[in-house]
């Protein structure tokens, strides 16, 4: 196995980690975004939306916990450098998560009355992890430095995510919803659409302008050219997906999944754009990837376990959303 070099498994384990966090950002994604946009003034449309992510949203969390064990592992240097920078928004982050669990089997439990109570505290979790999660995103932009400016941006992009978790949200919601609350989703939908183009575009605009390694990689021949394909086809995709959000619902519920097909491809093609401007960086500036590895004897030991965990997990996911499939129904506590 001589092509298994320090440097081909600090890009495997590289390219593992941003899987695992870009599968989270989808598939929690939504979850979370059915979960920031919840619709309090009725019980039965709650009781829908959050029987379409019950089967998914704990195992969804799986690729967090992924993806954080791989850093912790394979990159140890980064890992504490981020951290150390991240402190606060990942506790945040956390409560945020251990809110949304509580709150999820309590709503189960508790007298009828009382449930609404516990809706609002899914709801507040929900918003307080997707905020911490975009605040961490523009701290990390910003080179993981706080000062006005960066918090600024920081707390803009945290609301930035917000509304591209909810977007994602909705499109789930309308995929496995039918009637008022379809309606309702597809109307949200459109909304968390524009909020996160304007978010994409203000990234856009600031990155290269506080990286000089950004405006580089962007800007110089020939692989500007190829990079340039990104961010027309995100864009495209926001295009196309307003114009179908705004015939839909269609009869026998055709397209009903394409929003959330679209969203997928904006989640994507983002996320590379944003892994190609940082590349070989893995903290900004400061360490790249190949410095902040393991050990060759270190790294092949993970590889060899990775190898068998991640298709697992992958495959109890897949099973999961195949045996699920189809509109959600309202939930029934007996």
Not at 86 to 101: D, F, S
Request: charged letters at 10%; hydrophobic letters at 55%; proline letters at 4%.
């Amino acid at each position: 196995m001589n092509w298994l070099t320090a440097e081909h498994l600090a890009l495997v384990f590289g390219g593992l980690t941003a899987l695992s966090i870009l599968l989270y950002a989808i598939l929690d994604g939504y979850d979370l975004g059915v979960g920031i946009t919840l619709p309090m003034g009725n019980e039965a449309w709650r009781d829908t939306a959050i029987a379409s992510i019950g089967p998914f949203w704990d195992a969804n969390e799986t690729w967090l916990v992924l993806a954080v064990g791989l850093l912790l592992v394979a990159f140890p240097a980064a890992h504490s450098a981020i951290l150390h920078a991240l402190y606060l928004p990942t506790a945040m982050l956390l409560i945020g998560l251990i809110l949304r669990g509580v709150a999820f089997d309590f709503r189960a439990k508790v007298k009828t009355q009382r449930k609404v109570y516990w809706d609002y505290t899914f709801k507040a979790g929900s918003l307080l992890a997707t905020f911490s999660q975009g605040f961490m995103l523009g701290i990390y932009v910003m080179g993981l430095q706080y000062h006005t400016g960066s918090i600024i941006f920081a707390c803009f992009s945290g609301l930035c995510v917000t509304a591209a978790y909810a977007m994602i949200g909705n499109a789930w919601l309308i995929g496995k919803t039918s009637g008022e609350l379809q309606l309702h989703a597809i109307k949200h939908c459109k909304i968390a659409g524009v909020l996160t183009l304007s978010g994409i575009l203000a990234v856009s605009l600031i990155n290269p302008m506080v990286n000089a390694n950004v405006l580089q990689v962007w800007t110089e021949p020939p692989l500007a050219y190829f990079f340039a394909a990104i961010p027309l086809l995100c864009f495209a995709m926001f295009v196309i997906g307003y114009l179908a959000l705004k015939r839909l619902p269609l009869p026998k519920d055709a397209g009903a999944w394409l929003p959330f097909a679209i969203c997928n491809v904006i989640f994507i093609s983002s996320f590379i754009g944003l892994a190609l401007s940082f590349y070989p960086f893995v903290v900004p500036n400061q360490m790249t990837l190949y410095q902040a590895a393991s050990s060759r004897e270190s790294l092949l030991i993970i590889f060899f376990g990775a190898v068998v965990v991640i298709p697992v997990i992958a495959a109890y996911t897949a099973v999961a959303y195949y045996a699920f499939r189809g509109k959600a129904d309202g939930l029934k506590y007996y």
